[in-house]
């Protein structure tokens, strides 16, 4: 079984930063796209930022210069630093990954979530 659990979420307040941090466990073979979403309050979520496999990374328009994607496959860490919070910075954050595995001798992709970590920006 292959799971993600992010750690590092907290309050912080405007203009602060924050690290969260995502590991994964299980049999996993290789990690492809990895990334962190979010959702705020009463809305849908959203790609925050992705890395891919070869380190190649995507932000949203709204973070680009104030959060760093990075990744560590030999850990099996993905993890997002986000500096010059503002209070829609707020939300719920989820890390995802697509990983490659091997079931009963089958390899196939798998997209697995995390379960989640708050991120609260306020004075």
């Known amino acids: 079984q292959v799971q993600l659990v992010e750690s590092g979420g907290g309050l912080v307040q405007p203009g602060g930063s924050l690290r969260l941090s995502c590991a994964a466990s299980?049999?996993?073979?290789?990690?492809?796209?990895m990334g962190w979403y979010r959702q705020p309050p009463g809305k849908e979520r959203e790609l925050v930022a992705a890395?891919?496999?070869?380190?190649?990374?995507n932000y949203a328009d709204s973070v680009k210069g104030r959060f760093t994607i990075s990744r560590d496959n030999a850990k099996k860490t993905v993890s997002l630093q986000m500096n010059s919070l503002k209070p829609e910075d707020t939300a719920v954050y989820y890390c995802?990954?697509?990983?490659?595995?091997?079931?009963?001798?089958?390899?196939?992709?798998?997209?697995?979530w995390g379960q989640g970590t708050l991120v609260t920006v306020s004075s």
């Open positions: 995802n990954a697509h990983v490659r595995i091997v079931a009963s001798g089958v390899p196939r992709n798998l997209e697995v």
């Open positions: 299980g049999s996993i073979v290789s990690f492809n796209t």
């Open positions: 890395i891919l496999s070869g380190g190649s990374t």
